[in-house]
């Protein structure tokens, strides 16, 4: 759950819609929010023992709740302090963590990873004791070693910067300089110093500290921060890390900064020292582009754009000495991968997946964040806007809500809204992008829709058909793929076919009556929707586009991520509404409305092709037996194959009534049936009147 901090929540409704339908474990936030903040032992460390050393010294612990965890550790919960909070840190003794403000742990029943439950003791669980206050012995341990006392001795060559000049390295050792601009995470030290936590500003000293001349490059880092600097704290901290054998890892920053998930050089370095080896100029490429080596390709991952290798040296030749492809491909952090692939919901720009391939993830999410508040004016414009009588109302937010809880999944058909000017149909198209993010939405026109070249719009999560209007059967059959498949061979300008990955989700808007001609009665692909909302006053669409409704609308995308969407089916057909089954109607051209009309108006569930088209031949002799059979075919007839009639007369009949019996009958008993109960069967053969079928095969042939 992404910004869990903010979503966390006790609100009984809201807990019961996440677990509903969800096999998640639990997390419980601490801190100020929760109240409460809990010693983490952790056994495979030496935990234990270390506490066992604590109560030895200091006396027991109160009787506090407690549960076993999967690892076999153990959590010890307590009241925040009446004055002051406790603070998130790892390690503080062998063994020993503190969950506090911005921490989090996992509650029973929850699994571990091992297989093992989370479980409260016997009687120890919240709901049978009161959570203790903190013996004060703990809090002064947690106090020193969270901010542990300074030696007023200490000396330091500290270097203090304006904080509101921009931070340079100028004379300073290149190889710093390079760390800070390949690892986003060190880089936000700098750029948001003041919201950076404390633990990643330890975890950015254990790196810069290792620099050259990195005592007064980590005081330059900490200094930024003005209100919370302390030259002391900085020169202890610093020497707590530098103690360490290494510097942290890139595991260790990715737990705790959110910028890790886009870093080019997760798959290539495991600590952001290695950084500090390369050169600048390959670094400044490095932290933008990933390198494709199946198809030779460099993917930009600022500007979401595919270059070849040839015109990415190219484009970058000034910057580098010789060629910029063979210097990237030759550095030891070269971000590199087997393949690009479109991975909606992965945070990552880097995964491995379960062949042990690397894959260069072209999603980038960058949707509004979620957060709490009041949503009415867009439930308000969803009500006003979508019908609610055949759950049309319910499907689209259905729809929606599958995007945003389920991004990497597809939704095997289009979602259609069609209906009066100026109501604001294209804003529900808008929120959606925004919710989802520009990056994950493509516009497609009707020219676009006509084109060859339709590459542009693959590999998004989100395809919006703006004011569809297309003609023709063959548009309609084109577009079948594109709703149902997840992947077709498609073509840009200049560029050889491949396969790209189809939108996840569909929206089509249409001021027109008939957008696009449905002629398959069965049809499965589309979810019509006919709103008949009349254009508000101007400051009703000023509402929607101002500042309070952008906040509204992270708190719409918050109430989508907890839809529950138990009965939800992306890859069943839609329900069918009556709006859809006016659009099959007026889709049948009038030779499909004759055949209809007359099979409505035929008793027998048994019809010939031939006889058919004898009886409703458009004026002037338009239609075709072929026409006849696509029809039979589109209003869910079956063929029952050539049988023999009268002589050497044979047919081809069809059951478009009870068809799964006809199936199972013999030649014989069709026969009979043909002969039996068709009003227009055969009048006579050989030497008196022609049949009907006689003279449409003589048509036929002639």
């Known amino acids: 759950m992404r910004d869990w901090p903010t979503l966390a929540t006790s609100n009984e409704e809201i807990i019961r819609q996440w677990f509903s339908n969800s096999a998640g474990n639990i997390g419980l936030a601490t801190g100020v929010k929760s109240g409460v903040f809990a010693l983490d032992v952790d056994k495979k460390s030496g935990g234990p023992a270390t506490l066992h050393a604590l109560i030895e010294e200091h006396g027991a612990l109160p009787p506090t709740p407690t549960q076993r965890t999967g690892g076999g550790g153990a959590h010890y919960l307590f009241r925040l302090p009446s004055q002051g909070t406790v603070k998130n840190a790892a390690n503080i003794a062998p063994g020993i963590d503190v969950r506090g403000e911005g921490g989090v742990i996992v509650v029973s029943p929850s699994v571990h990873e091992s297989g093992n439950p989370y479980l409260w003791l016997p009687g ?134 959110p910028h890790c998930a886009a870093c080019t050089f997760r798959s290539s370095i495991s600590t952001p020292l290695q950084i500090g080896r390369e050169k600048l100029n390959i670094v400044r490429l490095q932290k933008c582009f990933v390198y494709a080596t199946d198809e030779d390709v460099y993917y930009d991952t600022r500007r979401q754009l595919i270059k070849k290798s040839k015109d990415f040296s190219a484009t970058y030749a000034h910057a580098v000495k010789g060629s910029p492809h063979a210097e990237f491909i030759r550095s030891s952090t070269a971000p590199k991968v087997d393949t690009l692939q479109y991975l ?86 808008r929120a959606w992008k925004q919710m989802l993010g520009k990056s994950n939405v493509v516009a497609v026109s009707n020219t676009e829709l006509e084109s060859t070249f339709q590459g542009g719009f693959y590999n998004k999560q989100l395809a919006v058909f703006e004011e569809l209007y297309v003609r023709g059967r063959d548009r309609y059959n084109d577009l079948k793929e594109f709703i149902s498949e997840d992947e077709v061979r498609t073509q840009r300008k200049n560029i050889d076919f491949y396969r790209a990955r189809t939108p996840l989700a569909i929206l089509a808007l249409s001021n027109n009556d008939l957008p696009i001609m449905i002629p398959e009665a069965d049809d499965g692909r589309w979810f019509v929707i006919n709103s008949r909302a009349t254009p508000r006053e101007k400051t009703y669409y000023e509402a929607l586009n101002s500042e309070a409704a952008r906040h509204a609308l992270a708190a719409f995308k918050a109430l989508l991520l907890q839809r529950p969407l138990g009965l939800f089916n992306p890859n069943s057909p839609p329900p069918s509404t009556s709006a859809k089954r006016e659009m099959i109607a007026e889709s049948q051209s009038p030779f499909e409305r004759r055949i209809k009309d007359f099979l409505q108006e035929n008793p027998c569930p048994l019809v010939v092709p031939e006889w058919i088209l004898e009886r409703v031949r458009l004026p002037g002799g338009g239609g075709s037996v072929a026409q006849v059979r696509d029809a039979l075919r589109r209003f869910g007839a079956i063929p029952l194959g050539q049988i023999r009639i009268v002589g050497e007369e044979r047919a081809s009949p069809w059951a478009w009534r009870d068809q799964e019996m006809w199936k199972e009958n013999s030649a014989d008993q069709v026969r009979a049936d043909l002969l039996a109960n068709n009003p227009w069967r055969f009048r006579g053969h050989g030497g008196g009147e022609s049949s009907i079928f006689e003279n449409s095969l003589r048509q036929t042939v002639n």
Request: with cysteine.
């Open 344 to 429: 909606p919901g992965e945070r990552s720009l880097i995964v491995t997946n379960d062949a042990g391939h690397r894959i260069g993830n072209t999603y980038i999410d960058d949707g509004i964040s979620p957060a709490a508040g009041d949503s009415e004016i867009w439930l308000d414009h969803f009500r006003y806007l979508i019908p609610e009588a055949e759950g049309e109302l319910d499907h689209l937010l259905n729809v929606i809500a599958h995007t945003l809880q389920r991004p990497q999944y597809k939704i095997r058909h289009a979602i259609l809204i069609k209906g009066n000017q100026r109501t604001g149909k294209s804003t529900i198209a």
């Open 124 to 257: 120890c669980a919240p709901w049978e004791m009161e959570v203790a206050e903190a013996p004060p012995w703990l809090l002064e341990f947690l106090h020193k070693r969270i901010t542990p006392p300074l030696d007023p001795g200490r000396k330091s060559g500290r270097l203090v910067v304006d904080p509101t000049k921009e931070v340079t390295f100028t004379n300073e050792p290149a190889h710093a300089e390079t760390v800070v601009e390949g690892c986003r995470a060190i880089r936000s030290v700098y750029e948001e110093a003041q919201h950076a936590s404390e633990w990643l500003w330890k975890m950015a000293l254990s790196v810069i500290g290792r620099a050259e001349d990195g005592r007064r490059l980590a005081h330059h880092m900490s200094s930024l921060d003005f209100n919370r600097y302390s030259e002391l704290d900085t020169d202890r901290a610093l020497d707590r890390v530098l103690e360490m054998t290494g510097p942290f890892t890139c595991s260790k920053f990715a737990e705790e900064s």
